[in-house]
């Protein structure tokens, strides 16, 4: 999938949440603010992602022989970036790619989910400013969304590309399928 139609799934993912819980540019700059308190949280950070993930039967599974280290380096590049910067279009962009790669890799929105609340408490326990545990929270919360919502929009394209069944129609039909089932 393209750069442009990334940045799209992201915007729109973006774009239904209420504007309180989305990620601001003044949140970036308080995230900057405490950059090397909060970069010196890598390693914490990296150990209580990835410690569980492997130690779960369900989240083990997703992984590969050996690989990591690679998807740490990737948590901590997320990470720096994160702090340091930019979260432009494009970083965006970068967290409806994971969408992507949690379809390919069939990682559910529950494991991811789990996840972003363990990130935030690794903060939370070392870090006590409300206006920074306040971006924190929006930080996860939009990219949880933008991770979500790509999830489901590979889905949706993906479904839309091998059947040849309109997107529209996809939820249509999910959608009185959910009420049938509301009604058993």
Request: no cysteine; aromatic share 8%; glycine share 4%.
């Amino acid at each position: 999938m393209n750069r442009e139609k990334l940045k799209e799934i992201a915007r729109q993912a973006m774009e239904d949440m209420a504007q309180e819980t989305r990620f601001r540019p003044e949140d970036h700059q308080v995230l900057l603010k405490h950059k090397d308190r909060l970069l010196a949280l890598t390693d914490e950070l990296v150990r209580a992602f990835y410690d569980p993930l492997f130690a779960t039967p369900n989240t083990q599974k997703v992984f590969h022989e050996g690989e990591r280290p690679e998807r740490e380096k990737t948590l901590r590049d997320w990470w720096q970036r994160t702090i340091e910067g930019p979260v432009d279009e494009d970083y965006w962009a970068w967290q409806a790619y994971v969408g992507l790669l949690h379809v390919k890799r069939v990682v559910t929105n529950p494991m991811m989910l789990g996840q972003a609340f363990l990130i935030e408490g690794v903060v939370r326990r070392h870090v006590k400013e409300p206006e920074v545990l306040e971006a924190m929270n929006r930080l996860m919360a939009t990219v949880a969304a933008i991770i979500a919502y790509g999830y489901e929009k590979a889905q949706l394209l993906s479904i839309e590309e091998t059947t040849g069944t309109s997107q529209e129609l996809i939820k249509t039909n999910v959608r009185v399928g959910v009420e049938k089932l509301l009604e058993d």
